[in-house]
């Protein structure tokens, strides 16, 4: 099993968009990126620890690659907000992916400039690509939120 980093706004909706795709295994919604150790959602929201929301997907390379996780990445929110996805301003909804590879980083840089140069968009994209930090798992009721409650994020 491999792991893979990715923020794109509320967790929430991002989470429910991995979940769908066939050799995910699982997903865990939290932070990541940040100063503060252990942080809360109340911490994150203060937009004071430099957190983002995060899902942590484990997946089956034999079944998706971590390609195609980046197309699920890039086609779930819009890259070119600086720390905001529709109504969702802060640093915690900035658009970034957490490398745990060399090939992760070599991926994800490579991804973003087909995108930039495909003229999908008028403006720049602004996702961050970072070694992965310390991962903190979210709360409980935070974990699999859209498939308990239904809902809609941007």
Not at 58 to 68: A, G
Not at 74 to 102: A, E, L
Not at 139 to 153: D, P, T
Request: proline content about 5%; aromatic content about 12%; some cysteine.
């Amino acid at each position: 099993m491999d792991k893979a980093t990715f923020g794109a706004g509320c967790f929430w909706g991002v989470e429910a968009a991995f979940r769908k795709v066939r050799g995910v295994r699982s997903t865990t919604v939290g932070y990541s990126g940040g100063t503060l150790a252990d942080p809360t959602y109340d911490d994150v929201c203060t937009d004071t620890t430099g957190h983002a929301e995060v899902v942590r997907v484990e997946y089956d390379p034999s079944e998706v690659s971590y390609d195609e996780l980046l197309d699920v990445f890039w086609s779930c929110h819009d890259p070119t907000t600086p720390n905001r996805q529709g109504p969702d301003v802060g640093t915690q909804y900035r658009s970034v992916i957490f490398f745990h590879t060399p090939q992760q980083q070599a991926a994800a840089i490579a991804s973003r400039e087909r995108l930039e140069q495909s003229g999908r968009y008028r403006r720049s994209i602004v996702t961050e690509i970072a070694p992965a930090p310390a991962f903190y798992r979210a709360e409980e009721h935070h974990q699999q939120y859209r498939e308990k409650h239904g809902g809609v994020c941007h």
